[in-house]
Protein backbone atom coordinates (compact mmCIF):
# COMPACT_ATOMS: atom_id res chain seq x y z
CA UNK A 1 0.00 0.00 0.00
CA UNK A 2 1.48 3.27 -0.98
CA UNK A 3 1.66 6.50 1.52
CA UNK A 4 -0.37 8.73 0.08
CA UNK A 5 0.64 10.64 -2.90
CA UNK A 6 -1.50 13.97 -1.66
CA UNK A 7 1.19 13.73 1.52
CA UNK A 8 4.49 13.63 -0.25
CA UNK A 9 3.56 15.99 -2.09
CA UNK A 10 2.44 18.15 0.87
CA UNK A 11 5.33 17.47 2.48
CA UNK A 12 7.73 18.46 -0.42
CA UNK A 13 6.04 21.66 -0.39
CA UNK A 14 6.32 21.95 3.31
CA UNK A 15 10.54 21.08 3.67
CA UNK A 16 11.08 23.63 0.26
CA UNK A 17 8.77 26.64 1.05
CA UNK A 18 7.52 26.77 5.14
CA UNK A 19 10.53 24.65 6.46
CA UNK A 20 13.44 26.77 5.26
CA UNK A 21 11.74 29.85 7.16
CA UNK A 22 11.41 27.79 10.60
CA UNK A 23 14.32 25.74 10.78
CA UNK A 24 15.63 27.86 13.30
CA UNK A 25 12.66 27.86 15.37
CA UNK A 26 12.66 23.90 15.08
CA UNK A 27 15.71 23.39 16.28
CA UNK A 28 15.62 25.81 18.92
CA UNK A 29 12.17 23.87 20.28
CA UNK A 30 14.16 20.90 19.89
CA UNK A 31 16.39 22.06 22.26
CA UNK A 32 14.46 23.53 24.66
CA UNK A 33 11.13 21.61 24.66
CA UNK A 34 7.90 22.90 23.75
CA UNK A 35 6.25 26.42 25.84
CA UNK A 36 3.10 26.69 24.80
CA UNK A 37 0.69 29.32 25.97
CA UNK A 38 -2.55 28.11 24.68
CA UNK A 39 -4.13 24.60 24.90
CA UNK A 40 -7.11 24.03 21.90
CA UNK A 41 -9.17 21.01 22.64
CA UNK A 42 -10.64 20.88 18.88
CA UNK A 43 -13.05 18.70 16.82
CA UNK A 44 -11.14 16.17 14.35
CA UNK A 45 -13.16 17.25 11.55
CA UNK A 46 -10.96 17.91 8.58
CA UNK A 47 -12.09 21.39 7.91
CA UNK A 48 -11.36 22.87 11.73
CA UNK A 49 -7.56 23.08 11.87
CA UNK A 50 -6.57 25.83 14.97
CA UNK A 51 -2.93 25.75 13.54
CA UNK A 52 -4.94 26.79 10.18
CA UNK A 53 -7.36 29.09 11.76
CA UNK A 54 -5.61 30.71 14.22
CA UNK A 55 -2.08 31.40 11.89
CA UNK A 56 -0.03 29.10 14.59
CA UNK A 57 3.59 28.68 13.93
CA UNK A 58 5.53 25.23 15.34
CA UNK A 59 5.49 25.32 19.36
CA UNK A 60 2.46 27.95 19.87
CA UNK A 61 -0.39 25.48 19.98
CA UNK A 62 -0.58 22.51 22.38
CA UNK A 63 -4.00 21.11 20.64
CA UNK A 64 -6.07 17.88 21.73
CA UNK A 65 -8.53 16.87 19.15
CA UNK A 66 -11.73 14.65 19.29
CA UNK A 67 -15.54 14.18 17.60
CA UNK A 68 -17.21 16.87 18.48
CA UNK A 69 -14.40 18.97 20.28
CA UNK A 70 -15.78 17.49 24.00
CA UNK A 71 -14.49 17.58 26.98
CA UNK A 72 -15.40 14.62 29.92
CA UNK A 73 -15.81 15.43 33.37
CA UNK A 74 -12.96 14.32 35.33
CA UNK A 75 -13.26 10.83 36.19
CA UNK A 76 -10.21 9.02 37.49
CA UNK A 77 -11.61 5.95 37.28
CA UNK A 78 -8.82 3.72 35.80
CA UNK A 79 -9.98 3.46 32.04
CA UNK A 80 -8.36 5.51 29.06
CA UNK A 81 -9.06 8.64 29.31
CA UNK A 82 -7.24 10.96 26.30
CA UNK A 83 -8.26 14.28 26.53
CA UNK A 84 -7.86 13.88 30.31
CA UNK A 85 -4.92 12.88 29.88
CA UNK A 86 -3.55 16.03 27.59
CA UNK A 87 -5.30 18.13 29.89
CA UNK A 88 -3.52 16.72 32.35
CA UNK A 89 -0.31 17.36 31.10
CA UNK A 90 -0.45 20.91 29.58
CA UNK A 91 -1.70 22.50 32.94
CA UNK A 92 1.34 20.00 34.85
CA UNK A 93 4.20 20.13 32.90
CA UNK A 94 3.55 22.60 30.19
CA UNK A 95 1.87 25.16 32.24
CA UNK A 96 -0.46 26.67 29.67
CA UNK A 97 -1.86 29.89 30.12
CA UNK A 98 -4.94 29.77 28.13
CA UNK A 99 -7.26 26.72 27.47
CA UNK A 100 -9.65 27.23 24.29
CA UNK A 101 -12.78 25.19 23.55
CA UNK A 102 -12.89 25.51 19.62
CA UNK A 103 -16.36 24.31 18.42
CA UNK A 104 -17.70 24.67 14.80
CA UNK A 105 -20.56 24.98 12.59
CA UNK A 106 -21.85 21.76 10.87
CA UNK A 107 -20.69 19.51 13.18
CA UNK A 108 -21.34 15.99 12.36
CA UNK A 109 -21.09 14.62 15.90
CA UNK A 110 -23.30 17.19 17.23
CA UNK A 111 -25.55 16.76 14.17
CA UNK A 112 -25.68 12.60 14.95
CA UNK A 113 -26.39 13.23 18.77
CA UNK A 114 -29.11 16.02 17.67
CA UNK A 115 -30.84 13.10 15.21
CA UNK A 116 -30.45 10.30 17.35
CA UNK A 117 -28.69 8.58 14.62
CA UNK A 118 -28.52 4.46 14.92
CA UNK A 119 -25.01 3.72 16.21
CA UNK A 120 -21.93 3.45 13.44
CA UNK A 121 -20.71 -0.25 14.88
CA UNK A 122 -22.42 -2.33 17.83
CA UNK A 123 -19.24 -1.17 19.40
CA UNK A 124 -20.70 2.28 19.60
CA UNK A 125 -17.85 4.47 20.70
CA UNK A 126 -19.37 7.85 18.97
CA UNK A 127 -22.73 7.25 20.62
CA UNK A 128 -21.20 7.13 23.87
CA UNK A 129 -18.67 10.08 23.72
CA UNK A 130 -21.38 11.74 22.37
CA UNK A 131 -23.77 10.98 25.53
CA UNK A 132 -21.10 13.79 26.76
CA UNK A 133 -23.60 16.31 25.04
CA UNK A 134 -26.45 15.26 26.88
CA UNK A 135 -26.25 18.49 29.65
CA UNK A 136 -25.83 20.74 27.29
CA UNK A 137 -28.67 19.20 25.07
CA UNK A 138 -31.21 19.22 28.06
CA UNK A 139 -30.11 22.95 29.26
CA UNK A 140 -31.04 24.09 25.69
CA UNK A 141 -34.30 26.06 25.52
CA UNK A 142 -34.57 25.99 22.46
CA UNK A 143 -36.54 22.87 20.85
CA UNK A 144 -35.26 20.74 18.31
CA UNK A 145 -37.35 21.97 15.54
CA UNK A 146 -35.82 25.76 16.39
CA UNK A 147 -34.58 27.83 13.71
CA UNK A 148 -30.24 27.31 14.08
CA UNK A 149 -31.05 24.56 16.83
CA UNK A 150 -27.48 22.40 15.47
CA UNK A 151 -25.75 26.30 16.09
CA UNK A 152 -27.31 26.89 19.72
CA UNK A 153 -26.62 22.71 20.42
CA UNK A 154 -22.84 23.09 19.21
CA UNK A 155 -22.11 26.40 21.29
CA UNK A 156 -23.70 25.07 24.32
CA UNK A 157 -21.83 22.43 24.10
CA UNK A 158 -18.51 24.73 24.23
CA UNK A 159 -20.32 25.97 27.18
CA UNK A 160 -20.72 22.72 28.79
CA UNK A 161 -16.96 21.75 28.23
CA UNK A 162 -15.49 24.39 29.76
CA UNK A 163 -18.18 23.72 32.74
CA UNK A 164 -16.76 20.25 32.68
CA UNK A 165 -12.93 21.76 32.69
CA UNK A 166 -13.73 22.95 35.53
CA UNK A 167 -14.53 19.45 37.32
CA UNK A 168 -11.06 18.71 37.47
CA UNK A 169 -9.66 19.79 40.85
CA UNK A 170 -5.96 21.36 39.89
CA UNK A 171 -7.39 22.98 37.32
CA UNK A 172 -9.82 24.20 38.76
CA UNK A 173 -7.47 25.61 41.74
CA UNK A 174 -5.42 27.10 38.79
CA UNK A 175 -8.51 29.09 37.29
CA UNK A 176 -9.67 30.14 40.58
CA UNK A 177 -6.16 31.67 41.04
CA UNK A 178 -6.12 33.21 37.81
CA UNK A 179 -3.31 31.46 36.62
CA UNK A 180 -5.00 29.72 33.76
CA UNK A 181 -8.25 30.88 31.58
CA UNK A 182 -10.92 28.91 29.83
CA UNK A 183 -12.37 30.47 26.26
CA UNK A 184 -14.93 29.09 23.93
CA UNK A 185 -14.44 29.63 20.56
CA UNK A 186 -16.84 29.06 17.91
CA UNK A 187 -15.55 28.27 14.14
CA UNK A 188 -18.21 29.22 10.99
CA UNK A 189 -16.79 26.55 8.11
CA UNK A 190 -18.87 28.34 5.47
CA UNK A 191 -18.51 31.63 6.62
CA UNK A 192 -14.78 31.80 7.91
CA UNK A 193 -16.14 33.51 10.89
CA UNK A 194 -14.77 33.30 14.37
CA UNK A 195 -16.77 34.19 17.79
CA UNK A 196 -15.51 34.33 20.98
CA UNK A 197 -17.27 33.48 23.59
CA UNK A 198 -18.02 36.49 26.43
CA UNK A 199 -17.82 34.09 29.45
CA UNK A 200 -20.19 37.36 31.04
CA UNK A 201 -23.06 37.17 29.08
CA UNK A 202 -22.68 33.67 27.85
CA UNK A 203 -23.08 35.37 23.77
CA UNK A 204 -20.38 34.04 21.34
CA UNK A 205 -19.00 37.55 19.90
CA UNK A 206 -17.81 37.70 16.30
CA UNK A 207 -13.83 38.71 16.29
CA UNK A 208 -13.43 41.59 13.24
CA UNK A 209 -11.09 40.29 10.90
CA UNK A 210 -10.78 40.68 7.22
CA UNK A 211 -13.06 38.53 5.53
ZN1 LIG B 1 -17.09 18.63 14.67
Redesign the pocket.
Known amino acids: MAFPSRLIEGYRAFSQYRLPGEQDRYRELAQSGQAPQVMVIG???SR?SPEVIFDARPGELFVVRN???LVPPYAPDGAYHGVSAALEFAVGALRVRHIVVLG?AH????QAFAEERAPLSPGDFIGRWMSLLAPAAAKLEARREAPDYLGRLERASIVNSIDNLMTFPRLAALIAQGRVTAHGAYFGVATGELSVLDRATGEFVRVGGSY
Open positions: CCDVVANHCGGV
